[in-house]
């Protein structure tokens, strides 16, 4: 395993920082648009609820479908996978959202609301920073999740990590397995440390 990594080491860096671009960006769109979903939604509540069940059956549908899915329209490579991967976070950003408003106090709402507010502005002022923790529970979660689903994105030649654990599956490899894992398990830690240190710093101090 030491011996591989050692001389591989340029190689699984490259890899490391396309599984990085496949994620990343795919969880900060995920959020922006569950976020803008969820500010239009506020005036829509029915229409709020029929959203999550449809990012649901989207969330079902199996990773091999959903890129054979897109790649007539986007193409083999990271476009199509970063769609999928942003797809998939929604349903679990969207879904952790709309528990969190639903825990917020209504009595606040009510006291910024008789206090001449618009809905947007409840939203951006009041329930926007008491989200900040659902934010990140469903940032974590949907990352977890992004990273298992970008291994699988290597099938499409959107490179990254996958693309290890498959070359390790073909050669019947332990040690390329093992690599592999442990790059993504580290990876996936490292990610989420970064989350819980912004959570500290955005999270509104009582």
Do not use: C
């Amino acid at each position: 395993m030491k011996a591989y990594f050692t001389e591989n080491y340029a190689e699984l860096l490259a890899y490391t920082g396309q599984q990085l671009i496949l994620v990343v960006p795919a969880l900060v769109m995920a959020l922006v648009i569950a976020l803008g979903l969820i500010s239009w939604g506020l005036k829509h509540p029915q229409v709020m609820t029929k959203l999550v069940y449809f990012f649901s059956v989207l969330y079902a549908v199996p990773s091999y479908a959903f890129f054979a899915l897109l790649i007539p329209f986007l193409g083999l490579g990271m476009p199509t996978a970063i769609v999928v991967l942003t797809l998939y976070s929604e349903y679990i950003l969207l879904r952790t959202l709309v528990t969190g408003l639903e825990e917020i106090d209504p009595s606040l709402v009510e006291a910024a609301r008789g206090l001449g507010l618009t809905t947007g502005q409840i939203f951006t002022k009041i329930q926007l920073p008491l989200l900040v923790p659902a934010i990140f529970s469903g940032l974590r979660v949907a990352l977890a999740a992004a990273m298992g689903s970008a291994t699988i994105a290597a099938t499409i030649s959107a490179g990254g990590l996958g693309q290890v654990l498959f070359t390790g599956l073909q050669m019947q490899d332990i040690n390329i397995l093992l690599v592999g894992t442990f790059l993504t398990v580290a990876l996936t830690l490292l990610l989420l440390l970064g989350l819980w240190w912004l959570e500290k710093i955005m999270t509104p101090q009582i």
